[in-house]
């Protein structure tokens, strides 16, 4: 499954996160920085693969062995 993630969504996701951290003193918002990235990225990924499941329901992979 490829999912192409729309950097607009999360460029709009990064900045809702950082409005929610303004207060990390900035010596940890270079750490932290990294993560709310990681959070954008992820939280736009599993909105497409929500809207994907409920499209066309969940499914297993199936392996012979």
């Known amino acids: 499954m490829e999912i192409i993630v729309d950097e ?7 900045e809702r996160l950082q409005v929610l951290y303004k207060d ?3 010596n940890k918002l270079k750490v932290v920085d990294g993560l709310i ?3 954008a990225r992820l939280r736009v ?4 693969m929500w809207e994907d499941i409920k499209e066309k329901g969940d499914y297993d992979l199936f392996t012979q062995s």
């Open 37 to 39: 990235i990681q959070a």
């Open 45 to 48: 990924m599993l909105d497409y």
């Open 24 to 26: 990390i003193p900035s």
């Open 8 to 14: 607009n969504l999360v460029l709009k996701e990064k």
